[in-house]
């Protein structure tokens, strides 16, 4: 399957959101310090990152995309990995 580029406004988005998570990680503070953010910061940034993953379901529902991309541990298996949970008894099936 050919991976399309992606658009103007998806690059935006991404950098949007990218940017957006780097000022959270980079004025995090360790637990029972005040946060240097205002409470009602913090909540406009929930809010814009919520929108943006919204409309980054939107683009990609329009585009016959899924979004399941994630990051992965290498030693993961992958989804296409098959787990049998209940033995074939005998009769049953091939077999």
Not at 39 to 55: G, M, N, P, V
Not at 56 to 66: H, I, P, S, V, Y
């Amino acid at each position: 399957m050919s991976e399309t580029q992606p658009s103007t406004e998806e690059r935006i988005l991404q950098a949007m959101k990218m940017t957006l998570a780097a000022v959270i990680k980079d004025t995090a503070t360790p637990p029972g310090m005040r946060h240097p953010l205002s409470d009602a910061t913090i909540e406009d940034l929930r809010q814009c990152l919520a929108l943006i993953s919204a409309r980054e379901r939107e683009l990609a529902q329009a585009a016959g995309r899924t979004q399941e991309a994630r990051p992965r541990y290498a030693d993961e298996p992958s989804k296409e990995s098959v787990v049998r949970l209940h033995r074939k008894k005998p009769g049953d099936g091939d077999g």
